[in-house]
C-alpha cells in the first residue's frame, strides 16, 4: 500500500562555520610566530606573547565562549611552549608535560581558590533566598518613592556586594525584585523610571566592584597578580578604605546623572510599598538556613576586615572556614548536591588559565620584555606616578570597550602593566599602583556587552544601549578624573602613589 502523500524531503542541517574571529586569532597566532625574533627576547617568551594576541583577539571578538578559548589557550601553551627552549638552558626543551604543568598552575593559586569559595558563598545565597530577603529589607528600609527607589538600588547593590562576592549573581538577584516594582508602579517597561532603575542596577555593581576586593572576581584576579608578581598583597581592609570613598562619590553622581538624563516621569508613584511589603509576606519569616547563612556571612566579613590587626588569616583561609561551617551536617546550610550546579564552573575554568597566561608570561620573560618595550616607547619612564596612573588607566579604559569580560581584560593587560611598573624607574608604591589599576579594570560603563551585569539588565528591555552609553560616557568621565583627583589627594595620603 502506497500513501498518496509524498514526504516531505529531509531538510539537511547548516554546517557550522568557523568563526571569523577564531580565524583572526590563529592568523594573529601565526603572524607573531613568523615575525624576526627580537635579539632581547628567549623562543619561549616569543611564543607567549604569539598565545597572548590569540587570546585578545578572541576575547574582543567572543569568537568562541571563554570556556572554549581557555582550552584552546592552554592547548597552544603545551604545544609552543614544550617545543620551545628553556629560559635556563637553550639546548634542552621544556617538554609537554612541563608546559602543560605551566599551563594549569593558576589552578594551585590561592586567588582561583579564593574565586571558587565565593562562587559557593554566592550559590548558597541564592539557594536559601538571602540575597533575595537582604534586597527585599534594604528596599522596604529606603522607602518607595521613585527618588527613594533609585537610592533604594544603590544601596541593595552596597550590601549585597559586602556578602555576595559575585556580579552577576547580585545583579541576577536585584534584577526580579526591580522588575516587579517597575510593574507595580504601573509604568511601561521602556519609561524612564524602568531605564533609570535597571541602568543603576547595572552601573552601580560595577562601581562597588571597585569598591569591595570579594565583589568582583577581577579583583582576586589582581590579588592573585600582585602575590604571583610583587611579592605582596592588599588586604581586604585596605582595599575597602581605598575604593570606598571613590565608589561613594561615584553612586551619587550615578544617581544625579539618571535623574537629569533619564528624568522620570512622576516623582511619587503608588504601589511600589505595597509590591515590597507584599514580595517580604510571601518569603515569610527569615528561615533557619539564612539565619545561619547570615551569621556565617557576618563572620566572614568580621575576618575579612580585620586581616592583619586582630589576626594572621588572610582571605582565602577564612573563606575556606565558612565553606566548612556551611556545609557541615545539621549546621550548615546546603550540600554539595544543592550547589553543584549552581556554581559557573566556566568561570573557575577561565580564572585558572587566566593566571596561568599571566604567570607563564612572566617565567618566560615576554612580560618584562613588553614591559621594557612599553616604557622605552612611550616616554613613560619621564613621568611622575600620578601621570604614569593616568596613561595607564586612560588605556585601560578605552581597551575595555573591546572586551566582554574584566576577567579576560585582567588576565591579558594586567601582568603586562606590573611589568611596565616593574620596569619604571622612581620611588612609588608599585603594589598601591596595582591596586589602583585594577580599580579601573571595572570600568565595564559604557557598552553593555562591557560586562554581565550589564547584559542581565539589558535583557529586561527597559533601556537601550544608547541610553545606557549615554550615562556611561559621562560616568566613565567623571570616575576617571575623580580617580585621579583622589590620586592626587587621598590615595597619596595613604601612601598608595
Known sequence: MTSSATAPAAVPPKKAKIPVGLVAGFLALILVLLAPLPADLAPAGHRMLAILVFAVVVWITEAVSYEASAIMITTLMAFLLGTAPTIKDPSVVYGTSAAISMALAGFSNSAL?????????????????????????????????????????????????????SATARSAAVVPIMMGVIAAFGVEKRSNIAAGIMIIVAQATSIWNVGIQTAAAQNLLTVGFMEKMLGERVTWADWLVAGTPWALIMSAVLIFLVLKMLPPESDNIAGGKEAVEKSLQELGPMTAPQKRLMAVSLLLLLCWATEGKLHRF????????????????????????????????????????????????????????????????????????????????????????????????????????????????????????????????????????????????????????????????????????????????????????
Not at 128 to 157: E, F, K, N, P, Q
Not at 364 to 388: E, K, M
Open 113 to 165: 581558590a579564593l574565586v571558587a569559595g565565593a562562587l559557593f558563598i554566592a550559590a548558597a545565597m541564592t539557594y536559601t533566598g538571602l540575597d533575595r530577603r537582604i534586597a527585599l529589607v534594604t528596599l522596604a528600609r529606603i522607602g518607595t518613592s521613585t527618588r527613594r527607589i533609585l537610592i533604594g538600588c544603590i544601596a541593595v547593590t552596597i550590601v549585597l556586594s559586602l556578602v555576595v562576592p
Open 314 to 497: 588572610d582571605t582565602t583561609s577564612t573563606t575556606y572556614f565558612g565553606l566548612v561551617l556551611l556545609m557541615l551536617p545539621r549546621i550548615g546550610v546546603m550540600t554539595w548536591k544543592d550547589v553543584q550546579s549552581r556554581i559557573p564552573w566556566g568561570t573557575v575554568i577561565v580564572f585558572g588559565v587566566g593566571i596561568s597566561l599571566g604567570t607563564a608570561l612572566l617565567t618566560t620573560q615576554a612580560g618584562q620584555w613588553l614591559g621594557a618595550q612599553v616604557v622605552a616607547r612611550t616616554g613613560l619612564d619621564h613621568l611622575g606616578p600620578l601621570a604614569i596612573f593616568a596613561v595607564l588607566a586612560a588605556f585601560l579604559i578605552l581597551i575595555h570597550l573591546g572586551f566582554a569580560s574584566a576577567t579576560a581584560l585582567t588576565s591579558a593587560m594586567l601582568p603586562i602593566l606590573i611589568a611596565v611598573l616593574a620596569t619604571l624607574p622612581g620611588d612609588f608604591n608599585r603594589l598601591g599602583m596595582t591596586m589602583l589599576l585594577g580599580f579601573v579594570v571595572s570600568y565595564g560603563f559604557i557598552l553593555p556587552i562591557n560586562a554581565p551585569q550589564n547584559m542581565v539588565c539589558l535583557g529586561t528591555e527597559t533601556f537601550t544601549a544608547k541610553q545606557f552609553a549615554k550615562v556611561g560616557i559621562v560616568i566613565s568621565l567623571v570616575g576617571y578624573v575623580l580617580m585621579l583627583g583622589m590620586g592626587l589627594t587621598y590615595w597619596r595620603w595613604l601612601g598608595w602613589l
